[in-house]
């Protein structure tokens, strides 16, 4: 059934192997010694290590891109399922991958039936096109076509435009889809939120990154240097700061180059801006909230003075979306996930955290229901507390949306599953309860068709 194989040719293959394998060593070596200052050695060993994702990058184009959830939690279940049901005045922006339609899709749910009042479907096509072709976005342009763009948590503006971003440029698109602006200054991810002026705080991937004025000897080709940014909704960048300077700024250089034996390209993951809108007895008006996952840490800042105000560390692991919840409180979603020899673990669940300034001290809300209801997301996802208090959960990482009552109690679920019985991820969705905001998207729908 197989060949021989002439032995010298065998003894040739592992010779010429052995070879390549101290060659390589001796450049990782002169590599991690020098740095980039011996640019051939840094060149060979980055397009070498590069080879498996780039790789991976040509798999997914060729065999198309499943974005289905790792592990079906919910058997089953699909769409809007009904439990202590009570219909609402709120809209849900649901932003998901429709494994149906095969791309991402925005979608605005009426609350009292769950029906769809409006949806999005931007031209991804379009937006790849008039991205400017810069060194940060060749990574994006390999990856993404219209079944990988993710249109991450979306925010509807006054007049029912829509602005998102998918680890991309910023996007703003109209009513009926039309793009209206891209702003492809840089990498934008994770969060949008808007501030006291109507501006807009958005994390982006600082290009080329700050660090090296730093550090010598670092790839700023390959360090997240993330950054906190305000653009206008004319498109203007009005502010930009680097994480990792506002940190050595600080003396606080330890978070970046003084943890573990190894150094790390993504020590920050920034992944929620929260804006402070009015002034309180611990914060100012245009101060903003910071989450640092990979530091567990949410830091309070203050652009106008260049002034960390607080950082806050306890009882929350790899954290995201930090909401303020009244004069001295702030929500957190903990996603309570722990670093192991065996990767990342949740444990028990994922839970919100009320941290209290006043006080200094947390607190867990629903967190006996949200064991029951084996609430739990490895990475991602965000939460909203009501007025009346209930509780609005994304679980991203498995697809699942739950709206919690002021009294812990399931009012309905939504689950991500297409017509081929796979559930897929969902994108940030959030709830609307700005009514004058919603009765005006609602008169809108009626009088305009697109």
């Known amino acids: 059934m197989f060949k021989k194989i002439e032995i010298w040719i065998l003894y040739l293959v592992i010779i010429l192997f052995t070879i390549l394998l101290i060659a390589y060593g001796s450049l990782l070596k002169e590599e991690l010694i020098k740095g980039q200052k011996n640019r051939i050695a840094y060149k060979v060993v ?30 089953e279940k699909k769409g809007f399922i009904k439990h202590n049901f009570k219909p609402r005045n709120e809209l849900l ?19 009292k039936k769950f029906s769809i009042i409006h949806s999005w479907t931007p031209n991804v096509n379009e937006i790849l096109k008039l991205t400017e072709n810069k060194k940060e976005f060749e990574k994006f342009k390999i990856e993404k076509n219209s079944k990988s763009f993710r249109l991450f948590n979306p925010l509807l503006t006054d007049n029912g435009n829509i602005i998102f971003q998918g680890f991309s440029p910023l996007v703003k698109i109209d009513f009926c889809s039309n793009i209206l602006w891209i702003n492809d200054k840089d990498i934008f991810h994770h969060s949008i939120a808007k501030d006291y002026d109507g501006n807009f705080w958005i994390p982006t991937q600082n290009y080329p990154s700050k660090i090296a004025k730093y550090i010598d000897g670092i790839d700023i080709n390959t360090f997240t240097d993330d950054g906190i940014t305000k ?8 502010y930009n700061k680097s994480v990792t300077e506002i940190l050595f700024e600080h003396n606080l250089a330890n978070m970046i180059i003084g943890k573990l034996n190894t150094f790390s390209n993504d020590p920050i993951h920034l992944n929620d801006i929260e804006p402070v809108l009015e002034d309180g007895p611990f914060w100012k008006k245009g101060d903003v909230f910071l989450s640092l996952r990979h530091q567990s840490i949410i830091i309070l800042f203050r652009p106008n003075t260049n002034k960390i105000i607080r950082i806050i560390s306890g009882p929350f692991f790899q954290q995201h979306d930090v909401d303020i919840l009244s004069e001295e409180e702030i929500s957190i979603f903990n996603n309570n996930t722990i670093w192991t020899p065996k990767g990342e673990v949740i444990k028990k669940n994922s839970e ?27 990475t991602e996802g965000l939460h909203h507390i009501l007025n009346d208090s209930s509780l609005f959960l994304e679980e991203q990482n498995y697809g699942r949306i739950l709206l919690l009552n002021n009294k812990g109690d399931l009012e309905w679920e939504y689950i991500n599953r297409a017509k081929n019985g796979k559930v897929y991820i969902l994108n940030w969705s ?12 609602k008169k809108m729908k009626k009088n305009k068709k697109c």
């Open 46 to 75: 980055n397009f070498i290590s590069d080879l498996p994702s780039n790789f991976s990058f040509l798999i997914k184009n060729w065999s198309g891109v499943d974005l289905s959830v790792e592990k079906d939690r919910y058997v």
């Open 93 to 111: 922006l649901l932003s998901r991958y429709d494994g149906d339609l095969k791309q991402s899709v925005i979608e605005l749910i009426d609350l």
């Open 231 to 238: 653009i206008s909704k004319e498109n203007k960048i009005l």
């Open 352 to 378: 919100i955290i009320i941290y209290n300034f006043k006080t200094n001290k947390f607190t867990k809300k629903f967190n006996d229901q949200l064991i029951r209801l084996s609430f739990k997301s490895e």
């Open 430 to 441: 959030s709830i609307i309860d700005d009514y004058k905001l919603i009765n005006y998207i």
